[in-house]
């Protein structure tokens, strides 16, 4: 277990190792779930892109250019119904 200080700021900084532990690198964003019992659970936040976002690539409403790779993703994800509310 970690043990962390909190600032009089009420800012914590977070150890290397608890870092690397949950894959999380310079520049990268966090999600915090408040839980029952003043509990909290955090974890590295990942991008969750839709197949409508990646349709305004294509629509000209971002200057954005994607990669062949990002297209076929997208275009994976659309056919097998994912990024769709």
């Known amino acids: 277990m970690a043990i962390l200080t909190v600032t ?7 150890r290397k190792d608890v870092l690397q532990h949950l894959g999380i690198k310079p520049g990268d964003k966090i ?8 509990r909290g659970e955090f ?7 839709t197949i409508d976002g990646f349709v305004g690539f294509l629509g000209g ?25």
């Open 8 to 14: 009089a700021r009420g800012q914590v900084t977070l």
């Open 31 to 38: 999600e915090i779930d408040l839980l029952p019992d003043g």
């Open 43 to 49: 974890r590295a936040a990942r991008p969750t892109g």
């Open 61 to 85: 409403r971002t200057a954005k250019v994607a990669t062949v790779e990002e297209i076929n993703e997208a275009a994976a994800q659309g056919w097998a119904g994912e990024g769709r509310p």
